[in-house]
């Protein structure tokens, strides 16, 4: 039988443009003769709903789209497995299920549920879903099929050394003798994702001894960016079909007959920016608009979301500003100017030495006997955010925030100010991985300018200023943030495992703890690692930590 992956990129609440690519792909792999053609994890609605699940008029739409479906494909020889919403039964407690309906020929064999519904991390399904309560094979053209929806396979007992459930759905599925196990899922990228769900996989079709297929959504909603890299393994865990990473993507192939391909090459560096790529043409379009406006500072973090908003939503969309104040140097305005140049993008400066100068003099009844310091620095950024902001209102453009992971971990930024704007592109990498994504950025031909890579960094907010003023040096401090805020290690455990003083360990996590408040007002962070800032990192901000 050969079986068509449609990779698709769905959006949210958008019935109508899902159910179009749902069509499309469905008429493209009956025109490469596949008899089944699969669609990632709630395809027809877009991943994740959150509360529109809790909209009676949301799922009753959901169903409607399920016939639309049926409908629409009744004449094709392709059968389509698809996910989607349900609405769950009146008195189940819980508003919905989340379901893969299995049509042929306008007629539905199968409506299965989702068994296992995560609840860590990003992820919130018990709030809204109602756990299957049986696993069932189907058949096609008598072959019988095992299906799961994402997390179902992600228990298997022999590759994970903690299992989160009880149950495995994919134990109860192979004592139904299946010959194929197909996989729907919405399986958000983070660092080395790609790899262990494709070690994961392999396991279980080592272990069963069947072929397994997995189609996975791709593209970005809000701060989850999908991979895609769909696949399917043969019976020994050979790779025999691949689908493209952070692009839409049909492939078709035979899951019995097909012989083996290579496997990808994996570089984490790549994957990472083009992530962000992804996440920023979405997030930008999805919600409505084509141009973004970056504050340019000199620096290389706004360097690299020029470089990436070039690129996700083409030059001629991206509008960069440069604001020096008294502090900023030649070099930086310089640096900016070429990086412009070397993108393709519109450079406008706006100098703000006189408005600084405008509010230091209407604000100094009030400071008058006190000493220039923090207040005077921030109040530089402010009037940046303000300037962005006044662009964005008038031109329809998105604000792009420029600050990284390590900024934000320990407040080492500025509310209303630098994190002023709609999307924190690069809030998920650590100072030391936005250098290695510009390094890499500048394999071919020089990208970012080297005096931006080289120069050390700073905010330019007061004479001579460098980060290390203030931080660590970032090859120190990275490492700890990495063990505290991803792995959740203790202070003792991270100055023993890197050889830090304990002290500076501690420090830093206090500046950890002491900056939540903000990080709870900042932008919605594109999430490249397994625990970024944001949803799937819940903390209380009134909290006295010891540490």
Not at 46 to 51: K, M, S, T
Not at 183 to 211: C, Q, T, V
Not at 340 to 367: H, K, Q, W
Request: with cysteine.
């Amino acid at each position: 039988m050969k079986i068509a992956l449609a990779q698709i990129n769905p959006t949210v609440g958008d019935f109508t443009g899902n159910l179009e690519k749902v069509i499309a792909a469905a008429r493209r792999a009956a025109d490469q003769s596949a008899r089944l053609v699969v669609f990632p994890e709630l395809a027809i609605c877009g991943y994740p709903p959150a509360d529109f699940l809790e909209k009676p008029s949301f799922l009753a739409r959901c169903h409607k789209a399920v016939s639309e479906l049926a409908e629409a494909t009744r004449s094709l020889p392709t059968a389509v497995l698809a996910g989607v919403a349900l609405p769950a039964p009146p008195d189940a407690g819980k508003p919905a299920v989340n379901a893969a309906v299995l049509l042929d020929c306008g007629h539905m064999l199968l409506e299965q549920h989702k068994r296992l519904l995560p609840f860590y991390d990003v992820f919130d399904e018990q709030r809204y879903f109602l756990p299957s309560a049986a696993q069932k094979v189907v058949e096609l053209d008598n072959l019988r099929i095992a299906i799961s929806i994402c997390e179902d396979a992600w228990n298997d007992k022999n590759f994970w050394p903690r299992r989160l459930y009880a149950f495995d759905p994919l134990e109860e599925l192979m004592r139904q003798n299946p010959a194929i196990h197909i996989n729907l899922s919405a399986s958000p990228f983070w660092h080395s994702k790609r790899r262990l769900r494709r070690e994961m996989l392999s396991s279980i079709s080592n272990r069963d001894g069947i072929p397994v297929v997995m189609c996975n959504q791709v593209g970005g909603n809000d701060s989850l960016i999908f991979d895609g890299s769909s696949l399917c393994l043969n019976a020994h865990g050979d790779l025999v079909a691949q689908a493209k990473s952070f692009e839409e993507d049909l492939v078709v192939f035979d899951p019995f007959c097909s012989p083996a391909v290579p496997e990808p090459e994996d570089d984490d560096t790549e994957a990472a920016y083009r992530a962000l790529v992804t996440g920023t043409r979405d997030y930008v379009r999805k919600c409505g608009f084509s141009k973004v406006a970056i504050g340019l500072s000199g620096g290389i973090d706004s360097a690299l979301v020029a470089a990436i908003a070039a690129e996700a939503l083409g030059k001629e969309n991206v509008l960069a500003i440069g604001m020096p104040s008294p502090y900023s140097s030649k070099g930086s305005i310089d640096d900016s100017r070429a990086l412009a140049e070397n993108l393709g993008i519109r450079f406008e400066l706006i100098g703000i030495s006189d408005l600084f100068g405008d509010y230091t003099r209407a604000l100094d009844p009030l400071f008058k006997g006190t000493q220039p310091g923090l207040a005077e620095e921030n109040l530089q950024a402010r009037i940046r955010g303000n300037l962005l902001m006044a662009v964005s209102n008038k031109f329809g453009s998105l604000v792009l925030t420029t600050g990284n992971k390590s900024e934000m971990a320990v407040g080492y930024c500025t509310l209303y100010g630098d994190m002023v704007g709609a999307l924190a592109v690069i809030g998920d990498l650590v100072k030391t991985r936005v250098y290695a994504i510009c390094r890499w950025l500048n394999r071919e031909r020089e990208i970012i300018p080297r005096a931006i890579i080289e120069k050390p960094p700073s905010a330019e907010l007061r004479p001579d200023q460098k980060d290390t003023d203030s931080l660590p040096p970032y090859e120190t401090l990275d490492p700890i943030l990495e063990a505290y805020v991803e792995r959740y290690e203790t202070p003792e455990c991270i100055a023993e495992k890197h050889g830090f003083a304990l002290e500076l360990v501690q420090q830093v996590v206090r500046l950890v703890e002491r900056s939540e408040y903000k990080r709870q007002q900042a932008a919605p962070v594109l999430k490249v690692t397994s625990k970024s800032f944001g949803m799937g990192r819940r903390f209380p901000i009134a909290v006295k930590v010891q540490v």
